[in-house]
């Protein structure tokens, strides 16, 4: 091996060592966060966790879903499926919950859908057939939509 192909592996070899160091290094300084830090994160987490929780009693989510979530037949509350059982991803459930499903009983909850902002990749302007009865009384803001996803996700989806 010549000198230049010789420095050439050892140095890969060192940027490999690095980057391996660096991930280490990363790691130790995240679990090493100051005790403050973690708190307001804490903090922030359940001050997200509240406004969903507002956010659910808002929209009267407990009138088809019931109080756990558990909706679905042989539930308090059958009208709504289960939130536990759903297999909606995040991005989904949020489009759900703004844009109602047409077509069911799920309502349109996002202030301004299909009006201001686009649902199911219609464009803007009246809902559409089948979705006359979805739009009822819009409550939610985006952002209290993205709250609610958070507790959803925390409290009911998968549990």
Known sequence: MTNSRHYGARRRRAAGRMRGLARRGVLIIAAAAPPALAASASAQDAARLAAGEAAWDKAGCIQCHGASGEGGAGAEFPAGPSLRTTRLDRASLAETIACGLPGTPMPAWLDGAYTERPCYG?????????????VLTP????????????????????K
């Open 139 to 158: 409550v939610l803001s985006d952002a209290d939509i993205q709250a609610l996803v958070d507790y959803l996700m925390a409290k009911f989806i998968g």
């Open 122 to 134: 219609f464009p803007l302007g009246p809902a559409p057939d089948g979705a006359d009865g979805v």
